[in-house]
């Protein structure tokens, strides 16, 4: 197969994983009655750990007040709270709550099972080049929307999705 093939190919197969993890996601959060970009949030949580707000409005490209509403809709459901930063009590933190995580992460389980599946096929040169172009392609910047925003696919870090 020509390098122009593979490159077509590569982008097909990642359009169809992208579109398989956004309607998997909406269809968890529905299940678990939150919104789409309510479940991203609880991504972003899970790969980074407690947030400000300001931060996730800069992760996600959201305003304030759009993150704020986002944020009440994630306590309401127990998923998150707002604490107070240790070191700074001027600061609030957004922070998962492990417990309403551990059971989001159960709609993940089987799309996680199928991702080491398919990464323990692989030896540890192949590992390296999808590691490097899953890199490359989270840390370029070209997310469509502000930077990082991008990284959040799956609902917890475990997710595998």
Known sequence: MEADELRSEISMSTLRFIADVVLHNQAVAQRVGLGGSDSQFLSLLGI?????????????????????????????????RRERDVSDRRKVLVTPVPEAMASLTEHYREHGEHLDAVLRRRNTAQLRVIADFLAELTDSGSS?????????????ASSGS
Not at 144 to 156: I, K, Q, V
């Open 48 to 80: 980074h750990g407690p947030l400000t707000p300001g931060r996730l409005a800069e992760l996600t490209g959201l305003t304030t007040g759009t993150v704020t509403g986002v944020i009440d809709r994630l306590e309401r459901a127990g998923y998150a």
């Open 144 to 156: 469509g929307s502000s930077g990082s925003a991008g990284r959040g696919s799956g609902t917890t």
